[in-house]
C-alpha cells in the first residue's frame, strides 16, 4: 500500500535529483518515507536518496517497491503548475500507480522492479577534508571549468578550497578561503572528477545555499544537500579520475 | 480594389489562424470584410476565417481575391511592433499588394487564386454536445495528452466535459463539471482526433478565453472562437480518428 | 609590458566588435591603450579598434603586440557577472596572459602573432554622404531586409536616407528623414551591400545611440560608433556587392 500527497515542485525537485544519473529507479516505500539507492550506468556515481514523511502533506505506505521510468514522471509534472498538489496512489493488483494533479488524473504503469539494476551498496569512505559552500558558487566554478576542459581538480590547499581545470593550453583556478565558504574542515587533499558528471550533479545542488562537499586525496567526492526544508536529503558519490602528469 | 489600415498585433494574430493549417490562402474581399476558407493539404482540417469591416481602422473593398503565402506575410510581420499600423493596398495592375508598416514599404507579389486550392465547402453538421471553455484549458489538456500519446478523446458524459489520451503504457484524463465551464449543453458523445492538429489549432484558440466546441458521437469537432473584439470569427472543423479497441 | 583593469562588460563589448569578423586578432598594446586592425577571412570587410587607456581602470603597457584566440576569451567572459572587474596581467617569458575575474585566476596561451593574418592596410576614402541614426534603427532595417533578400542597399535621395531589399518576388524600402535621423550631410549615392556582413556588424552596433555611416556611389560602407563613453572607437569598412539588374 502506498498513498501519498505532494507539492509539484517537491516531487520535481527530487525526481531531479534521481534522472541527472538514471532513466529509471527503484522507489523503496516504507512508513517512514521514500529511499532510492542507484547508481549511473557507467558506475561512475552513485545517488543516495531519502525523502522523509515530513516532505508530504499526507503519507501513508507499507513496505513495498515501485519500478519508475523517471522521464515519464519529469513529462507529467512538466505540465503542472508549481503550487499544484500531486497525489500518487498505487495500484497494487494492476501494477499501476495513479496520480492527480491539477484535475488531471494519470495512470502510469510500473516497471517490473527486478528489471531495473539493483540498488548499490553504497561503500563507506573516510574523507579527511569537509567544505560547506553555497550551491551557486560550486556551479560557477564548474561552469568556469567547463570552457577549459573536461575534468576538474577538486581540493584543499591550507586554508583554502580550491576548484581547478587544465585544458590543452589554458588553465583556470578558484581559490575560496575560509570566509567566503559556510564552514570548512581542513585537510589537504585533491582529487580529479569528470566534468560530464559534475555538470549533472550541480543542477539540482545549485539550488541548495548549502552543499557540503568531502573529500580525500585521489578518492571519490561525497556531495550532500537537503530538500523539502530538510524533509529530504541527497548524497550523491562520485569516482575520481587518474590524474595524469 | 482594396485599401486596409489594421493593429499589426490583430493582423498577426489573424494569419495566424490560417498559417497553422495552411501556407497559402485565397482571400476573399468584399464590401463586407474579408473571408477565407482552407483545407490543410490532407484534408484533415478546415477553417472558416471572417473578419468583418469593424477590425479595421479603415477598410475600402469591392469583390476581388488576393492570393498570399503566409509565411511571407508572417515574416513581414515579425518585424513589426505589435502597436504599429498596417496599411495595405493592392495594386491591381502589377498584382502586387503594398503593406506600409512602422516607416517600411513593403511590395508583395500575389500569389494567382487559381494556383491555390478551391475553397472547401463547409459541411453542415449536427453536433448534439456543445462545450464552451477557456482556451488555456484547452490547451493545458492538449499539452498533457501529447505527453502520453499521439491522439486525444474529446467526448461528453452525462453532465461533464472529458478530454482522455491514452499511450502504449500510460493514460491521462481530464474531467471538467459544469461549473469548471464557461456552459455546457450535455450530450453523451466521444471523438477521437489527431494530436498534431489539435496542437496546431490550439495554438491561436489558447488566446481566446471562450472556445466554443461542437462535439458528435465519431463526427468531426468544431472549434470556434471570436478574434478582434468580436470582429473576426474563426472556425476549424477537424475531422475524426477511427478508434481501434 | 602590459598590465590593466576594466569592466567585464566593456571587455564584452569590446571583444564582440571583433568576433563577428575574425577568430583570432592580434592586440597592439602601447602607453595610450589597445589597437586592432582586423581583415575578415573573405576580405570583404576590416574592423578598426581603438581602446584608449580611459577605458581602464588602470593600465600600463609597452609597445608589444598579444595573440589572442577571441572565442577563448569570449568564453571566459561568459561566466563573469557584468559588474565584475577583469585584471590583466602579460606573462612575457610564458607566452600566457593571466586574468583574474570574479576570484577566478585563468592562465590564457598567447597565440604567435606571427601567425595571425597581418594587420590591413585600412584604405583612405572619400565617401560624400554621411548619416548619423540609432544603431537600433539600422537594425531593425536589417532585420526586415533579412526576410526578403540577402543583400540590401543603401542610400541617400535628395535628403533622405533609404534601405531597400529585393527577394525574387517582394521588395522592402524604408525611407528616413532629416528629422527622423541624428544627422545627415547629404549627397545622392547607393551602395549594396551583403547581409550576411551587415547582420554580424549590427550586433555590436545596435547597442549605439549614434553610429554614423559614411556612403558613395558602389563604394565601401564606412560604419562608425564609440564604446566605453567615448573612450573605445570602432570603425568597420565593408566592401559593396555589383548591383545586377
Chains 1, 2, 3 share one sequence.
Do not use: W
Not at 529507479?25 to 512508513?31: G, H, L, Y
Not at 508530504?56 to 499544484?84: N, Y
Not at 577538486?154 to 581559490?175: H, I, P, Q, S, W
Amino acid at each position: 500500500m502506498f498513498k501519498a500527497t505532494i507539492d509539484a515542485y517537491l516531487l520535481k525537485d527530487s525526481i531531479e535529483t534521481l534522472s541527472v544519473l538514471v532513466d529509471e529507479a527503484r522507489f523503496r516505500i516504507s512508513p517512514e518515507g521514500i529511499a532510492v539507492r542507484a547508481v549511473d550506468p557507467a558506475n561512475v556515481a552513485m545517488v543516495s536518496f531519502d525523502l522523509a514523511t515530513d516532505a508530504f502533506e499526507d503519507f501513508s505506505g507499507d513496505d513495498c517497491e515501485l519500478g519508475l521510468d523517471l522521464s515519464r514522471v519529469t513529462d507529467i509534472l512538466a505540465v503542472a503548475d508549481r503550487d499544484d498538489k500531486v497525489h500518487m496512489e498505487l495500484d497494487e493488483d494492476a501494477k499501476k500507480l495513479m496520480i492527480q494533479i491539477g484535475g488531471f488524473s494519470y495512470t502510469l504503469s510500473l516497471l517490473d522492479p527486478s528489471t531495473i539494476r539493483a540498488e548499490p551498496r553504497i561503500p563507506q569512505l573516510e574523507l579527511p577534508a569537509e567544505i560547506v559552500l553555497n550551491g551557486k558558487d560550486l556551479q560557477k566554478a564548474v561552469k568556469a571549468a567547463e570552457k577549459i576542459s573536461d575534468h576538474m581538480l577538486l581540493g584543499v590547499e591550507g586554508e583554502n578550497f580550491f576548484m581547478e581545470a587544465e585544458g590543452d593550453t589554458d588553465r583556470v583556478k578558484l581559490t575560496m578561503s575560509r570566509d567566503q565558504l559556510i564552514d570548512i574542515k581542513a585537510n589537504d587533499t585533491r582529487s580529479l572528477f569528470s566534468l560530464d558528471y559534475l555538470s549533472d550533479i550541480i543542477k539540482p545542488a545549485s539550488k541548495s545555499n548549502e552543499v557540503t562537499l568531502h573529500l580525500g586525496k585521489d578518492f571519490p567526492i561525497k556531495i550532500n544537500f537537503s530538500i523539502a526544508n530538510g524533509a529530504g536529503t541527497i548524497g550523491y558519490l562520485l569516482a575520481p579520475r587518474i590524474e595524469s602528469d
